[in-house]
């Protein structure tokens, strides 16, 4: 069972005990991993992606798509209740930032450019995932 509902708020010492470095600076500093180099950018099983810092699901792994782009590829979110859209203005653009409800850790970005049927493209750090297969 998810339990989203429930707001998780920690310390920032607490986070950077519990999370990898790359995670910490992913999910707490709003970091991007290189492209190519994240972990779940070539995988293709089955399953629920669900953010590293809390468990929250976030992405069915059928809604997955290669987009070229160097950053796991969704376009669509599992459950909308799940994740938080807010306008992010730096590096000298306008984005749509991603992030988790519940803990609040930045997820990637959100832009117009996706497959049918949403046209969107969740572009996401594997930082900030974790991968429960189905068996």
Known sequence: MDT????IQKTDEEWRQELTPEQYKVLRQKGTERPFTGKFVHTHENGTYRCAGC??????????????????SF??????????LHEDRGLFMSRTEVTCKRCGGHLGHL???????TGLRYCINSASLDLDQDS
């Open 75 to 84: 376009y669509e979110p599992k459950d909308l209740e799940n994740i938080e």
């Open 111 to 117: 832009f117009n450019d996706g497959p049918r049927p």
């Open 4 to 7: 989203t509902d429930t707001q």
């Open 55 to 72: 468990g929250a699901e976030l992405f069915d792994a059928e809604t997955k798509f290669d987009s070229g782009t160097g950053w796991p």
